[in-house]
């Protein structure tokens, strides 16, 4: 290269050779995780004599290139001169004058001195509340087409190259909230320039941007009349660029949203979110994100935070003073105590808080109060997933990393909606089906995105999983299809699991799933053709009564065909919360310490009261789900619930009312007023999490660190500071510093954080548990053993639990889940303008038969009646549901929450409710004013799709008339 | 039995900065220039001039950083150098004189009959023999080879 021998790996390519010792060498369109655009032309060299795209040119054995002769630098300017022509330099009103504006640097680097700008005749499209698109500005580059037809899969722009002046079009050319496009905001992330703008950082990220608009016309003007070079304006405009981190600051932190720990750079103005960027580096999620973690952080200035104690008075809540509240609250906490002893009392820490928050917490509830009665929500979603894995594999988390789900042959996921609860984690599977050619099955009652894409789509009988698996499990058996090498070698208990499938024949199977002999049949010779096979499962099969079970009968299937301890296979339930995880690997769990070491295990509770210096309760606790039947018994006198709407959370709303109303004392420690809190004795308001700093662990066990962003606001504290402030307010003596001081703590107590510190998680590093004292963690489990002390896997033989079924005047049966745009009861999602207005109710999906056999259509207001309440809600016909199964959003917290529907069945071994089995009446009420879906017409979901497409087509650019190849 | 209420009372007691506040506030001159300023800075603020002065004071290390990196190069560096000139010449120029047709080339204002006939071939090759016009002359057309070239260059 330029007369120097420059070594590269396989297959690298020429660019990213370049690149490694020339930082700046200009390109455009190229964005590593993208691939390669071949769009601008920015990157030319010249090599063997040839003119070539630097980016699509591997670097092989031999080959001589230039990056400096004449014509590799023309061609390089004449590449930047053509996109100039569809890009109005206007650097130092241009709200993405960052430093990072991949064709500003190319310009300076090149020496661009002046343009032809060719204005696009299409205006801004602003439609959508969350980005807006500036044709006039966009280079035509196809970065934001690349990240969403094959990066995150979602298909919805492409470039028209057919127009006299190509643009980017949404859909078949509607505007963006006339669209499909569900706002995960990768597009704007890739955007090397100002086409595609946050709508809150437009205007407000430069020191000039914000200036009234014919202002800022004025100074274009005014610049663009200076003839010459205009290299010294984009010289100020670095300058000014820099000065803008004067005002912004860039963080980063973790979502605050579900389980796959998307992590970015959260950029902050005062104690606004202006902008959230994932980075290449982010291991978890790459450049995607959700809508609800790139636009969803409007909760942070909510008028509805709490910012002050309050005290219970009378039919009031008064404000207090911390130090009032944490006295009344020690107070009512010792008396409580010393009356009644302290398994009356109850701790429930919060999913969302950092790991260092739950590890206090639970130290709290056994080392200050004396109580193992301590739980996290982990109890209503995925506690039966994890059982499943203890009985089988050993560890209660991922068998892998969320790559190795792009790297399965096979992906079968089973209830859940991964599409929209996991959306990044969606992504990475539809990719792999799209560009790689992998297979993907899902199980789920509803016909959603997923099911939709799905090679295989299996629509089971409510609860009947189990059936599905077992009779899979035992064809492959009788086939002789299992795994034998690794059975014999890695497994034990096969015979025993044999014997225990004899009941699953395919008639069987077919009798109860409702499935076809052919469907399963298939299915099972998916699996065991697939090299690699990946389960991923969520809460359509944990909230059952056999959620347990079924979870067993899934990794029961996956040892049976050899599907652990090679890359792409494994189990991986989907967690649900950002560090739901982590609430339980941290030790809040009536049963575990941090770490997963039983309390009734002989000598770790020595080992921890020596640690604490206090002698620790050797009986475990009773979990979350149980203390609502122990208020009601009078067993649990007081509560202290951290970040959980445990009103809304429960099954069975009318009983956990009434549970609530029956303690002694409660204390809730939250961010807003939630239904729960309307019942405390005390409330202490709590900091968010960009307000924080800490670790979570994701879903795939992977603990990464996050930095305290903004300042926490009012009168707020963290979880941390106040739970401290409480314990020493009942005598501890806690003198933790800092987040990292506990964490020291953590890996002192519990082997599988012994190798946990702060220096390792530094930035953007991260360290999957189980982590050894030398740092080295564990992306991938099982390749050598499992976590049993031979080292042997076990088949865990499985009981059908069967569920409860529709039948007499409860004819229909209710599912419920998330949507895309929502968290839990709204609390955070529901004030943020955008996502509220995209679903600013809840509904009821009704399939098209039953709508017919009931006289309903769009819109009709209904309600849907069960054994233990009756909520009100508007109806929605669509074939994503099917015969007699309705579809509820978990999202609702007045007359509309599902959980006045749902029962006291639950899970016989983790407890878990049995939510997806709520048999219920649907009735209508009365007609909507006309036919009309009860979400409005921005909704993604009333888009209509155009055909997808593998990259940008940039072949198209090329064959049109006014393009010619730079260089011959 | 805790029934679920929804009622806040704010019983906060005021403190002795919010009391001295007050005082201030209930002061109908102070009241009058405290909104003022207020509206002023909520103008100031909503335009980003704030900002902007925040980040003169803040940012103004790195933005020389910045432009102490632009003057690095040395073409920059020439960029720099040559705006100088261009001030120091333009400065020394009084073109409304020079292009007024009723101002003579000796400087003296006068009627038409005052004005210089045109440049004969003899003055022009005098003119030119003058080590400061052929100076002149020599940084005008090394500028206009400059821009053809680089007209070239992004043609």
Redesign the interface.
């Given at each position: 290269m330029d007369g120097v021998a420059r070594e590269a790996g396989p297959g690298e390519k020429l660019l990213d050779v370049i690149l490694r010792t020339e930082p700046g060498f200009p390109h455009v369109c190229y964005l590593a995780p993208l691939g390669t655009l071949e769009s601008c032309d920015t990157c030319l060299v010249e090599v063997d004599g040839r003119v070539v795209r630097s980016c699509a040119t591997v670097a092989s054995e031999g080959l001589t290139a230039s990056t400096a002769s004449a014509r590799a630098l023309?061609g390089r300017?004449e590449g930047l001169?053509r996109l100039a022509q569809n890009h109005h330099f206007r650097c130092s009103i241009c709200d993405n004058n960052n430093g990072t504006c991949a064709l500003h640097n190319a310009a300076r680097t090149l020496?661009?001195?002046?343009q032809q700008y060719r204005p696009k005749p299409y205006p801004i499209d602003d439609s959508s509340p969350f980005y807006r698109y500036d044709p006039s500005q966009c280079i035509l580059c196809g970065r934001c087409v690349e990240a969403c037809q094959d990066l995150v899969v979602n298909e919805v722009i492409h470039i028209d190259w057919a127009r006299e002046r190509p643009r980017v079009v949404w859909d078949s050319d509607v505007p963006v909230d006339r669209s499909t496009c569900v706002a995960c905001g990768t597009c704007v992330t890739v955007c090397p320039v100002d086409a595609l703008l946050e709508t809150k950082f437009v205007?407000?990220a430069?020191?000039?941007?914000?200036?009234?608009e014919p202002a800022k016309l004025a100074m274009v003007e005014a610049a663009s009349s200076v003839d010459g070079?205009f290299?010294?304006l984009l010289?100020?405009s670095?300058?000014?660029?820099?000065?803008?981190?004067?005002?912004i600051r860039k963080t980063k932190t973790v979502c605050t949203y579900c389980g796959v720990g998307c992590s970015f750079d959260v950029w902050t103005?005062d104690h606004t979110v202006l902008k959230v960027l994932p980075r290449e580096e982010s291991p978890a999620n790459g450049l995607a994100t959700c809508v609800k973690g790139k636009f969803g952080w409007e909760h942070l200035n909510s008028p509805e935070r709490l910012t002050?104690p309050?005290i219970?008075?009378g039919?009031?809540?008064?404000?207090?003073t911390w130090e009032e509240a944490l006295h009344l609250v020690a107070t009512r906490f010792r008396e409580i105590k010393a009356k009644w002893g302290a398994d009356t009392l109850f701790v429930i820490a919060s999913c969302t808080d950092t790991n260092e928050e739950v590890y206090l917490t639970q130290k709290f509830a056994r080392a200050v109060l004396g109580t193992n009665n301590v739980d996290n929500c982990s109890r209503y979603c995925q506690s039966p997933a994890t059982v499943g894995l203890w009985r089988t594999v050993g560890y209660g988390g991922d068998a892998g990393g969320i790559e190795d789900l792009g790297r399965a042959e096979l992906v079968v996921a089973m209830g859940s909606n991964t599409a929209e609860s996991h959306p990044v984690i969606a992504a990475r599977i539809k990719r792999a089906q799209k560009l790689s050619g992998h297979r993907l099955v899902v199980v789920d009652p509803r016909r959603h995105e997923m099911a939709r894409r799905a090679d295989q789509w299996l629509s089971p009988k409510s609860g009947t999983d189990l059936i599905l698996l077992n009779a899979a499990s035992r064809y492959i058996l009788d086939q002789g299809w299992e795994a034998r090498e690794f059975l014999s070698n890695r497994v034990a208990g096969l015979d025993k699991f044999r014997e225990s499938l004899a009941v699953y024949t395919l008639e069987y199977a077919v009798e109860k799933t409702g499935l076809a002999r052919e469907e399963i049949v298939r299915f099972a010779t998916l699996v065991h053709e697939a090299k690699s096979v990946s389960i991923c499962w969520a809460m359509g099969i944990t909230q059952h009564q056999d959620g347990s079970e079924t979870s067993t009968a899934i990794s029961n299937l996956l040892l049976l065909t050899g599907n652990y301890g090679r890359p792409g296979t494994g189990g991986y339930p989907l967690r649900g919360h950002a560090n739901v995880q982590g609430a339980s690997d941290f030790g809040a769990l009536p049963n575990y310490y941090p770490g997963y070491q039983k309390v009734d295990e002989p000598g770790v509770r020595e080992r921890l009261e020596k640690e604490w210096g206090v002698p620790l309760p050797p009986r475990p606790g009773i979990t979350s789900v149980d203390s609502v039947e122990a208020i009601l018994e009078g067993k649990i006198r007081a509560m202290y619930i951290v970040g959980e709407d445990k009103l809304l959370a429960d099954a069975h709303i009318a009983r956990t009312?009434s549970a609530?109303?029956?303690?002694d004392f409660?204390v809730v420690q939250e961010a807003f007023?939630t239904?729960t809190a309307?019942?405390?004795?005390v409330i202490l308001p709590t900091a968010l999490s960009l307000e924080k700093e800490g670790t979570f662990v994701n879903t795939e066990r992977r603990i990464q660190r996050l930095y305290r962003a903004l300042e926490p606001i009012g009168q707020t504290r963290t979880d941390l500071d106040i739970v401290i402030a409480l314990a020493n307010a009942l005598g501890a003596r806690w003198s933790y510093a800092s987040p990292s001081e506990v964490m020291e703590e953590v890996r002192r107590i519990a082997p599988i954080f012994a190798g946990v510190t702060y220096e390792r998680l530094e930035g953007y590093r991260s360290l999957q548990w189980p982590v050894a004292a030398d740092g080295t963690d564990a992306p991938f489990l099982y390749a050598d053993r499992f976590a049993f002390p031979d080292g042997k896997a076990r088949l865990y033989p499985t009981t059908w639990v069967p569920p409860l079924e529709p039948e007499g005047e409860f004819d229909v049966v209710v599912n419920n889940g998330r949507l895309l745009e929502h968290f839990h009861w709204r609390n955070l999602t529901g004030e943020t303008a955008g996502l509220e207005a995209r679903v600013p109710n809840m509904f009821v999906e009704v399939s098209p038969e039953l709508a017919l056999e009931k006289g309903i259509r769009d819109g009709d207001l209904v309600r849907v009646v069960s054994s233990t309440g009756a909520i009100r809600t508007r109806a929605w016909v669509t074939d994503r549901v099917r015969g007699r199964s309705l579809f509820i959003p978990e999202h609702g917290r007045d007359e509309d929450a599902i959980n006045h529907l749902t029962t006291d069945a639950r899970d016989s071994v983790a407890h878990t409710p049995a939510y997806k089995e709520v048999p219920a009446r649907l009735e209508k009420i009365s007609s909507g004013s006309e036919p009309e879906p009860p979400v409005p017409r921005s909704n993604f979901r009333r888009g209509t799709p155009d055909a997808p497409q593998k990259g940008i087509r940039v072949e198209q650019k090329w064959q049109r008339a006014d393009y010619h190849a730079i260089g011959g | 039995?805790?029934?679920?209420?929804?009622?806040?009372?704010?019983?906060?007691p005021d403190t002795a900065v919010l009391r001295e506040w007050k005082e201030i506030w209930d002061s109908p001159a102070h009241r009058e220039a405290l909104l003022r300023t207020l509206e002023l800075l909520k103008s100031l603020n909503?335009?980003?001039l704030l900002?902007?002065a925040?980040?003169?004071?803040?940012?103004?290390d790195?933005?020389?950083?910045?432009?102490e990196?632009?003057l690095r190069e040395s073409?920059?560096l020439r960029?720099a150098r040559n705006?100088r000139a261009l001030y120091t010449l333009l400065a020394s120029l009084d073109f409304e004189r020079i292009l007024s047709p009723k101002t003579s080339f000796t400087g003296t204002r006068g009627g038409e009959g005052s004005r210089r006939p045109p440049m004969g071939l003899i003055e022009l090759r005098r003119r030119l023999k003058d080590p400061v016009v052929a100076a002149g002359l020599e940084i005008v057309l090394e500028a206009l080879a400059q821009v053809g070239r680089?007209r070239k260059?992004?043609a």
């Open positions: 023309n300017k001169r020496g661009l001195d002046r205007g407000r430069g020191l000039f941007t914000g200036l009234p070079s290299q010294p010289a100020l670095d300058a000014e660029a820099e000065m803008r981190n004067a005002v103005r002050n309050l219970r008075e039919d009031h809540f008064r404000t207090a009312d609530l109303r029956k303690l409660l007023f239904r309307q019942y405390a004795d | 039995m805790s029934e679920p209420i929804t009622s806040v009372i704010d019983t906060r909503e335009r980003g900002d902007a925040r980040a003169t004071f803040e940012g103004s790195a933005a020389a950083h910045s432009i990196e632009f073409q920059n960029v705006l680089s260059s992004f």
